[in-house]
């Protein structure tokens, strides 16, 4: 049993305003939401707001050192009313999402975040946060995945296991390395496969749940088990549960598993195919080898990822208190430190190299370049509805869909693409739900060229009051119907400090790149 943490650093107070999970999931999923207070309960005495208030009076009578603001999530109920939200300026605001890098709440979270005036929020999904939505970048702290230590340890148990694979059959499209190396992997090794429970209470499925202590206990059992990072790459619990319960993590070889230090042969075991299983193999059958790797990479997850440690939002708070005019918070690194640098919000929240891309950026910076050059639309159209394959809820793709259409002509289709994103959320929020900025400004040029003057005037009724790039730019299109040849306003040229922020990548153009894709539609619907 490895030794009791000691922290005797001071103990601060904070609010944590959340809304509540629907009653839809299962138990297993709602036990998540409680954990992150008790996690962060070891450094800060905690008080949760989970239901309609006013924010001045709340702040006033519990007088917190700051105020933490969870995210809805897809499967939340109507998000909090907050009354009074500019009072009490004195206090320190910070976000915290979360719900997976591609969640359907991320547009709701944006606006909430806007509407409160919170410049910085944490995400625990890696870097996958910011390669999902590119405008995120220079918002989100990145704190890593955590685990119960107590909970999952090595228990001492005979390994009679020799591969084990847990979540198998959910998402195969989404889990592609998996889906891949199972079948192969029960051709070369006796392997446990243990379906997933599914997200809902009930399945048609016969089910053997399993789960906490009997869960780590299977993994204690196992010589290796295997996990992977989604195509979006981001690492899951399972990466920090397997070698804390002493087990050989087997996982492919991407950008976020290496951020958590994770190296091959050295503390875990990376590939795919023929090369991977032939790695395995001679890991097994060198007992010393093995039992290297197993202890590096149970070493390396309670050094750095047990819970106990995790301490990421009393971290930055320290550092915001000590401020001075002109000074921001900023990370260095992913998974890195705070300190105080000079230059205001301007400065990215994260200092690090750029980030290596995922199947997912990769596939959307692909497609966006084809489609800016005005090449290979078939190329890109039919790239962009194989990620729609992946997820039932991707919306990112839909939106460069939604311009493949304008540029063939065909606005009616474009406006199909451009509110499936909005349909998506409806449906899996019930209706607790809104417009994404983008969406709003594509809706609207959609209706011009579609001679729908109602719904041309509902999607600009709908960005009245919001502050955003795109917007300001077609309103400047609508103005001079057309017509760039006067040089462009300052407002549309580039983003401001306080717009509102974007999920969908068409954000992303400068205005010469943007005008120029705006003559060719123009002409493909004259």
Partial sequence: MPPAIVDDRPKYSALFVRNKFGTQLPDWLLHFQDEIVGVLSQDLDITVIDEDFDYGEICDKHNPDFVIFDSPGCHRSVPLTIKNSSARPDIPRIGFFNQDPHDTSRVMYLRMMDELKIERFFSIWGAATMRQSPELMGR?????????????????????????????????????WRAAVVPQIINYFPTL??????????????????????????????????????????????????????????????????????????????????????????????????????????????????????????????????????????QQGVFGSFVAVSGGEEKPAVACEPLQDSEFSLNMKTAWQKILVGESLDEAEAMLNGMLTWLGHLAEPYMLLGVIALLRGHPTKAKEHFLRPFQIRHVRERGNTCLDPEEIAWLSMTGVLMVDREFTQQMRSAGVGVRYLGLRRMEWLFEKQGNFDSKPPTDVVARKSDDRLTIHWTGQLDINSWVALMKRIMTANR
Avoid at 155 to 167: D, Q
Wanted: charged share 25%; aromatic share 16%.
């Fill in 193 to 330: 496969v243990y379906t997933h429970p599914g997200y809902g209470e009930t399945t048609e499925r016969y089910r053997f749940p399993i789960n906490g202590v009997d869960y780590a206990k299977m993994l204690n059992r196992s010589h290796f088990s295997l996990t992977d990072t989604t195509r979006l790459d981001y690492l899951v619990r399972k990466h920090l549960e397997i070698p804390a319960c002493g087990a050989v993590l087997v996982t492919p070889a991407t950008a976020d598993v290496f951020y958590y230090g994770f190296r091959d042969m050295e503390n875990c075991i990376m590939g795919s195919g023929i090369e991977l299983f032939q790695k395995i193999a001679s890991v097994a059958n060198d007992p010393n080898l093995y039992e290297t790797i197993r202890k590096n990479g149970q070493n390396l997850v309670r050094d750095r990822f047990v819970r106990e440690k995790w301490h990421f939002i009393r971290d930055w708070f320290e550092c915001h208190r000590s401020l001075r005019p002109g000074e921001t918070v900023q």
């Fill in 140 to 176: 989100v702290f990145i704190a890593p995945l955590y685990f119960d230590g107590e909970m999952f340890k090595d228990y001492g148990l005979e390994k009679n296991i020799p591969v084990s694979v847990f979540g198998w059959g959910v998402g195969p499209d989404f889990y592609a």
